[in-house]
């Protein structure tokens, strides 16, 4: 059973950094495509990065110069790093993979608040 658990979020500051992790299990991680997207309040789910098997990455525009993405296929975990938060970043984060196949498998999300 595939099973994606996301962590890291939480409240911050504007200007502030986190974290988040996402932990995969039950697929063959290294294969995988894996990315980040986000749903904020009344928007459709957007991509926020992704990363290749071979660790090439690509960004959405408003998250560039901010955000990277990395992975540790020894731990079967992909991160996000956030810096420079703003209010507008306020989302859930939900974790993605991609096999070679083209399944999709999400994780549950993990919340996201950009507020003084």
């Known amino acids: 059973q595939v099973q994606l658990v996301e962590s890291g979020g939480g409240l911050v500051q504007p200007g502030g950094s986190l974290r988040l992790s996402c932990a995969a299990s039950g697929i063959i991680f290294s294969v995988n495509t894996m990315g980040w997207y986000r749903q904020a309040p009344g928007k459709e789910r957007e991509l926020v990065a992704r990363i290749t098997r071979s660790a090439s990455t690509n960004y959405a525009d408003s998250v560039k110069g901010r955000f990277t993405i990395s992975r540790d296929n020894a731990k079967n975990t992909v991160y996000l790093r956030m810096s420079s938060l703003k209010p507008e970043d306020t989302a859930v984060y939900y974790c993605?993979?991609?096999?070679?196949?083209?399944?999709?498998?999400w994780g549950k999300g993990t919340l996201v608040t950009v507020a003084s």
């Open positions: 993605n993979a991609k096999d070679p196949a083209f399944q999709n498998f």
